[in-house]
């Protein structure tokens, strides 16, 4: 399996436009976990899902960001309308059914200027 | 509210030094605590705790999980340069929601 696989890499945008994040678990995870990375505020959860399920959205900053999980091998994340305080590295990442560890994708690190 | 939090937030040592770094977490229906360390890129997996009072080791780095305290400890033995990261606790619990502590940047001078 090629791990999780995020796209784009890199993203540097214009504050306003829409942006939109991509993840491919690994192959049999039932959890997908969507993070952000901050120097100030670490890693913070932004929504999960079990099942294709969205079970916990609290850390989804505001009405801007939204997530979905159409099927089993794939997610988005976006912001609409996107702005400079959203740059950040947004890291997705899979878990399976039992007690086992969550593996992370390389991340995507959006700009916005 | 789940929580984890982890200590000291940054921590300079020299090669050779020994560190702990540590980890407390409240979170709703516990079930496993992992440890993650993360270098430029996306955090790869150290170790998973499940039960309490079992060292989990892997070359120079062990972990143990206390449930009675709600921590758990990084011991990182002889440092190197390369043991230079953030290195993120994480707890498990019952709807398997993953939360992380904020990490401790660990330096290591020559």
């Known amino acids: 399996d090629a791990g999780v696989i995020q796209s784009p890499r890199h993203e540097v945008t214009e504050m306003g436009q829409e942006v939109t994040l991509r993840c491919k678990p690994i192959?049999?995870?039932?959890?997908l976990f969507w993070y952000r990375q901050t120097m100030m505020r670490g890693l913070e959860l932004l929504i999960y899902f079990n099942n294709n399920v969205p079970i916990d959205d609290s850390g989804m900053p505001e009405d801007r960001f939204s997530a979905k999980m159409p099927n089993a091998s794939f997610s988005t994340l976006k912001i609409q309308p996107s702005e400079p305080r959203d740059s950040a590295v947004y890291f997705c990442?899979?878990?399976?059914?039992?007690?086992?560890?969550?593996?992370f994708g390389q991340g995507t690190r959006l700009t916005v200027v | 509210e789940d929580k984890v939090v982890q200590s000291p937030l940054s921590l300079v040592v020299h090669e050779g030094d020994t560190v702990t770094l540590n980890c407390s977490y409240e979170?709703?229906?516990?079930?496993?605590l992992l440890w993650y360390k993360q270098e430029k890129k996306a955090p790869t997996f150290l170790f998973m705790l499940?039960?309490?009072?079992i060292e989990k080791k892997s070359g120079r780095l062990s972990s143990i999980l206390d449930k009675k305290e709600l921590s758990s400890i990084l011991n990182i033995t002889a440092t190197q340069t390369g043991d230079s990261a953030i290195y993120l606790c994480?707890?498990?619990?019952?709807?398997?929601?993953?939360?992380f502590g904020q990490g401790t940047r660990l330096t290591i001078n020559p």
């Open positions: 994480a707890a498990i619990q019952g709807a398997q929601k993953l939360v």
């Open positions: 192959s049999g995870h039932n959890s």
């Open positions: 499940t039960s309490s009072g």
């Open positions: 990442a899979s878990m399976g059914q039992m007690n086992t560890e969550a593996f």
């Open positions: 979170v709703t229906n516990f079930r496993s």
